[in-house]
């Protein structure tokens, strides 16, 4: 989920000043003409230790017009505060109508710092997530706008960060120990995030990752989502009934940018491995057939970018008595006449079977979104619908691996090209490919959205460099190969 | 949450003829109009044991065109469901666009039997539950109409249906053993009933309580329920997001009508008890303090039922140091300014203290919806709103008491009459007191519904016969004390 935080973007100074500069202007008058909105508008700024959320809101002061705005920490509970309900300490806080309120943490600063700390386990962490989308879903219906901003840093920026305050610092062992504790944490606290970040990002109450790296990066970030949320409040009309249409379309970090496609593959290298991987393939995929583990492999990429020849070779190592492969192309009526995922459970491969999708449920967020065929609310609904759902893959139990084989422009227009001449790869080559071809900046957005809400720790996706088919190949194999080595380890028999 | 529909309603023979000759023609035009739905429409039919679940479905047969029906009962998982995630066997049967799917039990059947057997605590079902909260929202978001039926027998009821069944199949002990089964677990599939229907009561997929003691009555109100539905889904329009507009106003059973109003006290018994429970409550209330219990009474009622009198006694029996009282009357500019639970969680009582709520968060499905102040999907909402706001002061831990005094239209007649001539009393009557009586019909069915919705075993509604003043007192005291006296072996030190 936080690789598309993890790019270390950065922003320079001039651009960052020009920005800022027409951004004040914008922010100031939206916040005045929100102060007639239907709701508050809520930032909850939360994130890794060190990653700037103070100096974040001391450059929103120097944004906004402070006097309509409460900010509010939530540190230990006072005596007051623990003689209530655990909300009752948010609820104290929430702004009104037409008020901006920047809250630290809140409600979910408690429930995560349980689970790092052990207290408690998963189910509760889900338990405590589960109230909290209710709390968001009720602020919401009464017009809250809530934007939640996860500030990030990789284990190692932060190792950095943490280095630079111990110098800072030396005098202040309390700091430095503070710092440490969050340090040894880290995995931990990355996986409270985790899985909180998927429990409640809802369409009524969005969580935002930030790239935290850089300050002039994620100043800018917030700046702008903050500029969108007043932009839309101050147009939103005040019929009841609105929280849920409200969707804001925020850009999020270009992911598939940080997929290298120099990496090639020699051919010799190539048919080593591809024996070596497919041999071990074959003989995993027995074993999970006799420890009833079902395994879903799931293809997605650009045209051309040649998913059916990692397909084959994944296939052809298995016993074809074990593999269904299921193509997805546009829906029967039968299927159009159900949910979008009822084609997808009617497949489902029972136990300890291999299904594999060429193309999959993400047609939703990619092809449905750009093409127009779902209507925002619908493919904005669907990240959480999938998440619920490929939730309940895994826990059946089902190894769920999700590629995308990723190209850029230059090579897919050669392989359309080498298509229309080659008599045998024609009828691959149709005007659809070219049309799509030329919203290859739509489909970037919706891919890296994607990639960042539904990435999650169960089901990460993998983004295949396949510029080089050969390398995309051994790819796919291999992770194939680790993952269900790992899991069959896992499994009980 | 059960009184409402053990009530024994009957219908005759006569009424029952003319009112199904109307239903059939509609429910078979609608039907046809349905055909082109954006979305099924699914019965879920669940109940006690004995309720005529499955003579239901054979009247239904008699009134709907089968041929765009679906039945789906859900036995012992099958070899081939068993190797699936467990919803499977539900996406599955999925009923398509404009058909109509009649389920038994379904998604709910499992999770409510484990915990029955005691093989999932109130943790594990509350998870299930909020799962199946999710699959329905994400059918209804795709514009399925979901109607769930609760079939429910008080347990005198279910035992003289037992004992019928038993001299009928006397040759057979299978059937025998069954209903003995479900005699046994009575009171815990009640409380699981209980608890799933308040976790999964939502406006998108409501539940339905049946009265299912007699036949025409539990088949008139089905019967009725579905063609509301079917109605309101012909004359639909077919934009999507209007799922959580369908609003459906049906009326609740008349639970009301079984506050028996004859009850009366003699003043020599009435100071005596007075004097024994205010004494006792004077010990209680000091205990809880020191066990940091905290206290909620909560008075609803009809204009002039004695509230004002009934708090007097309860709070004259208290320690003023540990009480406060809270009269809501309209909101203020700055409540105005935030979620209407906002004014109700600033009051919160500190450990240990007492709040008395005269009038309270009610307002919002009793004179909110009956004057209009509230949309109908802001009051429909609400009822989970308050379920959950009312389930975390419980677990703080707070006693919460709610009664709702009742007298008849008679009475108030007569005292409002009483009230113009006493000279001390005249600042009690007011135009909106006589312009409220009006409405007695409307505030009628808020309070039915109200009290059917958001009765739970925590916090169950006291529905107390108040023609009678110094009868609904000392009911009130009692209860009061008795419930104090019974969590406070609850709590420990």
Partial sequence: MFESVELGQQVDKQEYKEAIAQLRTQLITAQIACQKAPGPIILLISGMDGAGKGELVNALGDMLDMR?????????????????????????AMPKRGQIGIFFGAWYTDPMRRYVEGQADEIALEHDMRRIVRLEKMLADDHAVILKFWFHLSAETQKQKHQKLKKKHKESPEMIKRAMWH???????????????????????????????????????????????????????????????VIMDVDTAPVLNSVNLNHTLEPDSYHDQLKEYQSRLHRLIWLAYK????????????????????????????????????????????????????RFWRHLPRAGMVTIYDRSWYGRTLVERVEGFAHPAEWHRAYEEINEFEQQLIQAPTLLLKFWLHIDQDEQLRRFKEREVTPWKQHKITDDDWRNREKWADYERAINETVSRT??????????????????????????????????????K
Same sequence: chains 1, 2.
């Fill in 68 to 92: 309509n705005v409460v900010i509010q920490t939530f540190w230990d509970t006072s005596d007051e505060e623990q003689q209530r309900p655990d909300h009752w300490r948010f609820w104290r």
């Fill in 183 to 245: 340090f040894d944490h880290y995995s931990r606290i990355r996986d409270a995030a985790e899985q909180s970040i998927r429990h409640t990002d809802r369409a009524q109450a969005r969580w935002y990752l930030i790239d935290a790296s850089h300050k002039r990066h994620r100043h800018l970030r917030v700046f702008t989502i903050l500029n969108k949320a007043l932009q839309i409040c101050t147009e939103q009309n005040h019929s009841p009934l609105v929280a849920d249409d």
């Fill in 291 to 342: 420890k009833r583990l079902s395994t879903i492999l799931l293809f997605e990429g650009w045209d051309a970018a040649g998913k059916g020849g990692s397909i084959r070779r994944v296939a052809n190592a298995m016993d074809p008595r074990l593999v269904q492969q299921i193509s997805i192309g546009s829906p029967t009526d039968e299927e159009k006449d159900h949910h979008y995922l009822w």
């Fill in 455 to 492: 990435s999650t720790r169960e089901a990460p996706w993998q983004l295949i460099a396949a510029n080089d088919k050969k390398f995309a190949r051994i790819a796919v194999l291999r992770h194939t190969v680790e993952q269900l080595e790992r899991l069959l380890n896992e499994v009980k």
